[in-house]
């Protein structure tokens, strides 16, 4: 165990102050010498000896555990108890116990996480040879002999590979979600050692001198001292904890950090602890509770003092105080009696504290938990959202948030990879000024398109894809060999920084974008294949008509790549003595840089672009330029001296690229589609009429989100207004948004007077309540209220979103969005999605949600009250940091509208039931201690206090809680304004739970009075008085049972069998207890009182009398709130009566809803840019690090897959 401790400990505060680290490789004793952390990992909070101390200690950190541990212990006081401490003790230590075996199960699945993750092995350099160790033993100087497809057991400094100069590569999904591979290279000096070079790995002695352990994955700092030199080390040559070697037959690695001080621990923090509404509400109520319970403990002692005062005294002789109480017989009768009338009155309220413990409820938390536990299986189980294409089911990442599912009101969402697929194809293109794409025969006429159209085959091209193409003209114009197409495609298969490899006689591309694979795989189909690289050169075969191969090979001179300010690349490349710059990028930044020449092209080209940014197609414009031999020379000499300038070096080459990129000559343009994934249009618009407003975070051009917001719904035709805010300057951004708010205010207005002065939001869309009229079955049917008001979008752009985020505008931003039903931020950084998200999260009351699917959503996802991860092409980081997660974005309405509502339902019911039967139970000692003095005698026996909340109330809730619906699914799908009560909390709330408080004080003064007036009159067949303590703590017991019970039954719309086992079998249970209680074998200070009570008619009409009076009053508070203000699931279930006692017939449908004349304007919409937000290879490419071996790559079990688009 001490060796556990000892492996577990976190360095002391001298360890935690280290500026730098010194590492010795092959010298353990001076490395010890630093004291610096192993590779244990520890991620459990207990061990077998500290579970019980710590486990308690925590849970007693909540108040009402702490509060039932002091009543306990006020109960083993014999003055001021009138229970048994076991009424306590027995409810307190469930709770405990079932909160210890859950944290103990958690803890026990980290214990298995750990030792699996600590047992691993490793080849690591010990005397001489390498052995098998676990990773728990690798320390800090280790030399580690890693294999293909091994992760890498701590942070490593990459010393040698198998690779061509010595490059590896390896997967970080584990760190950032990213799945495409990345390249590592080790230095010169090092690269040396060969795959079985023992002998020198064991003489090598070097000292690394490098940053402090940190969680920056991005940014390694450090030098290498070998040989006298000294070597600088960056980022390239570590392999960080968590990463996968890819590609790469060996690679021998020196660690760094290890176990805690890894990058990966570094960032493995404790998640942000997210609590419902639903929580905050019960904190507050419960401290109501607490105030309310010590105001009748107060009232109650009052009273007692009274009534000892006036008349307790008199009755000492029967009822003596206790001897040390002042003015007692028992004593000397030493001191006054208001003085012995005070102790006693003090006392009594310890006593009715304990008493009225019960309004307080322990088991509370612990139903509540489990109920949430239900609800999330309920998802996970839910086949509806499974994606058989991916095998992946819908999953409730934590159990904490599931009603909150049903009171959301924001949500959002990264466009790209979560209302997309994220996958693009080559869709249209415009070349020489004529736009191809569209279905047409090999003359160039349109065709219909339908199932039966024929694709066009690329079988003859040997290295075809699977690309869907209907255009023969196009096909036509490359095989007579049209210029302007040769020239267009020869472009696409040279200006990229794609990598490729042939494995298993497939060509197979890696690009840094889908967007640039999906061009290069274009030019591949038609016949223009980019075939391999070389540091300095480009191949290229090109596919004749009639399938034979021409090899091309380009001399590389330079490429100009990517970034998100030039938003284009190029490349310039050489052929049979001419020199070509070739370039493509966003049209905006291509066509300011073209030649006058191109005008009349240019105009022809926009008109095509413009057609595709309106259909939703991402874009780029292509151009090229013939150099002369002089001007590339002295440009070559400008961009050599920018390219070793220590300072600025990114602006100097940005400079130097802008002096060669202009006068270039326009070929045409591509057009890409990104498509909606299936089901997106209905589900935005369903979410919409739910009362769900929808912000759609994407780095994409403004274009280009503009048309996906039509295409996907959230921009809608029927909107009054779609505001563009787009100034560059702080007063015209707060110009647009001032002018934006007033022109909605004005537009609300004027609707509002044209509907007689109506509410621009109708009260009964935002209660849940929807009109009905009856008429035939069959026709259509059409929702009223707010839809009639078409609302209002705004889009807004990146340089506007800076200066709307601002400290001075960010309320005027926040007035603006939260006035509109849709709003889309373009070109949006990650770190810009969360502040969005906590503009609104921090001053509106209302749920937030965000969905996404890369890496880059990761920081909205956390921020958000709620966040989704959608398992799509960009990894599984989103997934991995959100509370739930499936693969489909049309999910997220079945989540919302389904599961969220019901569970949301569900939990209101519960809480409101739980509440009004623990103050009819607690509440009838109240009306009986008017009786008795105020002497704190329980009405109800112990074993019934003890076991009322865990025996006979629990299981009829916990069905309601885990089984109960108002309507079905496909209503609950089908009517979305059967969402809207979650948005204000109208199914729980301060009014709901005082309206609980007042039926149970009600109930419980029913109970009590009515129990007391059977029995006081009752005469036995012998004569003597029915009513005694323990008649009446039986009637009054059924009773309660009997109500409580039923009430459930009332509230129960949907009822399984469970329902009818657990409701019915809790009152057999009750009959069952107590008459094993009651029996003469336990000898228990009731016995006999059921056998007795049960065979009077006293009692059987009494319980019969009293339920159905106390429920006929609730019964008919239901009846009248169905006739005078039904809402909109009551009509439904009555609607499904109906239709099920009947077919055919009359139908309740929605009245048609009525509109007002609408002015549409035509926008003109520049076309949407596509490519990716990031460098690209080129500089990998020139440097020639990344060539490998031979002409065709080794076979891998895994393909790099394409980098994300960070949109």
Not at 109 to 128: A, C, I, P, T, W
Not at 490 to 499: A, E, G, N, P
Not at 958 to 973: A, K, P, R, T
Not at 990 to 1006: D, M, Q, V, Y
Request: proline share 2%; glycine share 6%.
């Amino acid at each position: 165990m001490s060796r556990l401790l000892k492996r577990c400990r976190r360095r002391d505060s001298t360890d935690s102050e280290e500026t730098e680290r010194k590492v010795y490789s092959n010298d353990p004793p001076s490395n010890q010498v630093f004291n610096y952390a192993n590779n244990y990992i520890c991620t459990s909070k207990y061990t077998i000896l500290s579970f019980l101390p710590l486990n308690l200690f925590e849970q007693f950190q909540r108040i009402a555990n702490t509060y039932f541990l002091i009543l306990l212990i006020l109960q083993v006081i014999p003055w001021i108890s009138s229970l048994t401490w076991v009424t306590t003790v027995v409810p307190l230590v469930l709770v405990l116990a079932l909160t210890a075996l859950k944290d103990a199960y958690d803890d026990y699945q980290r214990h298995q996480s750990d030792n699996e993750v600590n047992n691993k092995e490793s080849m690591v350099l010990r005397d001489g040879e390498f052995q098998s160790e676990r990773w728990q033993n690798v320390i800090v100087g280790d030399i580690i002999r890693m294999k293909d497809d091994e992760f890498v057991a701590a942070d490593l400094l990459l010393l040698a590979t198998s690779e061509p100069n010595s490059l590896c590569y390896i997967e970080t999904a584990e760190l950032d979600g990213e799945t495409n591979l990345k390249v590592r290279q080790a230095l010169t000096e090092t690269a040396v050692i060969g795959e079985d070079d023992v002998p020198q790995l064991s003489r090598l002695q070097c000292e690394v001198i490098c940053e402090a352990p940190n969680n920056v994955l991005s940014k390694f700092e450090g030098t290498l001292k070998l040989n006298n030199d000294t070597l600088p080390l960056s980022n390239d040559q570590i392999l960080l904890r968590g990463c996968v070697l890819r590609n790469t037959k060996w690679c021998y690695g020196l660690v760094i950090f290890a176990g805690q001080d890894t990058k990966l621990m570094k960032n493995s923090g404790q998640a942000k602890f997210k609590r419902t509404q639903t929580d905050r509400l019960l904190n507050t109520l419960i401290i109501g509770i607490v105030v309310f319970l010590l105001l009748i403990t107060l009232a109650c002692a009052i009273a007692c003092g009274v009534w000892e005062t006036l008349t307790g005294d008199d009755f000492q002789v029967y009822l003596p105080w206790e001897s040390f109480v002042p003015h007692t017989i028992l004593g000397t009768k030493a001191g006054s009696k208001a003085a012995g009338s005070t102790v006693i009155s003090l006392l009594t309220f310890f006593s009715y504290l304990i008493l009225f413990n019960t309004l307080v409820p322990i088991s509370l938390y612990v139903s509540v938990e489990f109920l949430r536990q239900i609800q999330s299986l309920w998802i996970n189980w839910d086949a509806k959202m499974y994606y058989e294409p991916k095998d992946t089911a819908a999953k409730a990442r934590t159990t904490a948030l599931n009603e909150e599912l049903g009171q959301i009101e924001y949500i959002f969402s990264d466009k790209t990879g979560t209302l997309t697929q994220n996958i693009m194809t080559f869709n249209k293109c415009s070349i020489g000024g004529r736009s191809f794409g569209d279905p047409a025969d090999w003359e160039g006429n349109p065709i219909q398109l339908d199932d039966n159209t024929p694709k066009h085959d690329f079988s003859k091209n040997k290295w075809c894809d699977k690309l869907v193409w209907y255009d023969k003209m196009l096909v036509r114009c490359i095989e007579e060999g049209d210029d302007s197409c040769m020239q267009f495609f020869k472009l696409l298969s040279l200006c990229h920084t794609v990598m490729a490899e042939t494995k298993n006689g497939k060509l197979v591309y890696q690009a840094q974008s889908p967007d640039e694979e999906a061009l290069v795989g274009a030019a591949r189909n038609f016949g223009f294949v980019f075939k391999s690289r070389s540091p300095s050169t480009v191949t290229i075969d090109v596919v004749d008509k009639d399938g034979e191969i021409k090899e091309e090979v380009y001399k590389l001179l330079c490429i100009l790549d990517f970034n998100n300010v030039r938003k284009r690349m190029s490349v310039i490349v050489e052929k049979d003595g001419k020199i070509q710059l070739l370039c493509k990028g966003a049209d905006t930044t291509v066509n300011a840089r073209l030649s006058k020449d191109s005008a009349d092209l240019l105009t022809k080209t926009s008109v095509h672009l413009n057609e595709y940014a309106n259909e939703g197609l991402r874009t780029l414009a292509l151009a090229h330029k013939e150099l002369n031999r002089q001007v590339y020379e002295e440009w070559k000499e400008k961009h050599y001296q920018a390219s070793i300038s220590l300072t600025d070096r990114e602006q100097k080459l940005h400079d130097v690229y802008e002096l060669i990129e202009v006068e270039m000559t326009l070929i045409g343009a591509t057009a890409i589609e990104d498509k909606l994934q299936d089901g997106v249009p209905d589900a935005i618009a369903n979410l919409a009429n739910a009362g769900i407003k929808i912000w759609v975070l994407t780095g994409d051009k403004q274009e280009t989100a503009i048309n996906i917001g039509y295409s996907s719904k959230l921009l809608t035709s029927e909107m009054e207004e779609v505001f563009v805010i787009s100034g560059e300057t702080h007063e015209d951004v707060k110009q647009q948004l001032t002018d934006a708010r007033d022109q909605m205010k004005e537009l609300t207005k004027q609707f509002s007077m044209h509907t007689d002065g109506a509410a621009m939001e109708d009260t009964d869309m935002r209660s849940g309540l929807v009109s009905f009229q009856e008429h035939n079955a069959g026709e259509e049917s059409h929702p009223t209220g707010e839809e009639s008001f078409g609302g209002f979008g705004i889009v807004i752009n990146g340089h506007s979103l800076v200066e709307g985020l601002s400290e001075s505008l960010e309320m005027l931003l926040l007035e603006v969005g939260c006035m509109c039903k849709a709003v889309i931020c373009c070109r949006v950084t990650p770190l810009q999605k969360a502040q969005v998200v906590d503009l609104v999260k921090n001053h509106k009351s209302s749920i937030t949600l965000a969905i996404g699917d890369g890496a880059n959503d990761v920081s909205m996802i956390k921020t958000a009250h709620i966040g989704v991860g959608i398992s799509g092409q960009e990894g599984m980081q989103a997934v991995l940091s959100s509370d739930f997660s499936f693969a489909q974005f049309r999910f997220l309405e079945r989540l919302l509208l389904v599961h969220g509502r019901w569970s949301y339902l569900r939990m209101c019911k519960f809480l409101g039931y739980f509440f009004y039967k623990n103050f009819s139970f607690t509440l009838t000692h109240f009306w009986f201690a008017w009786f008795i003095g105020f002497s704190a005698q329980t009405v109800f026996d112990a074993a019934f206090i003890a076991i009322y909340n865990v025996v006979y109330t629990s299981a009829p809730i916990v069905m309601l809680g885990v089984f109960d619906q108002d309507v079905n699914d496909e209503y609950s799908l089908e009517f979305p304004k059967l969402y809207t009560p979650g948005l204000t909390a109208m199914f729980f709330n301060k009014k709901i739970f005082a309206l609980s408080l007042l039926e149970g004080i009600l109930t419980s003064c029913g109970i009590f009075f009515f129990s007391y007036g059977c029995l006081i009159d009752g005469i036995e067949h012998d004569g003597k008085d029915m009513v005694s303590l323990e008649t009446l703590s039986f009637m009054s017991s059924s009773i309660l049972i009997a109500v409580v019970t039923l009430r459930c039954a009332l509230d129960t719309n949907y009822w399984t069998p469970f329902s009818h086992v657990f409701i019915w079998g809790s009152l057999a249970i009750f009959y069952i207890v107590h008459g094993i209680l009651y029996s003469d074998v336990f000898g228990y200070e009731y016995v006999g009182s059921l056998r007795h009570m049960g065979g009077t008619a006293v009692y059987w009409l009494g319980l019969l009398l009293c339920v159905v009076g106390i429920l006929v009053i609730v019964v008919s508070i239901k009846l009248a709130r169905l006739l005078l203000n039904s809402n909109l699931s009551d009509k439904l279930r009555h609607k499904a009566s109906i239709q099920r006692a009947k077919a055919g017939g009359k139908a309740l449908t929605l009245r048609p809803k009525t509109s007002i004349r609408r002015e549409f304007r035509t926008q003109s919409i520049r076309s949407g840019y596509a490519f990716a937000h990031e460098e690209g290879f080129g500089e990998l490419i020139t440097s020639g690090r990344y060539i490998r071996r031979g002409d065709n790559a080794q076979v891998t079990n895994q393909e790099p897959n394409a980098a994300a688009v960070n949109a």
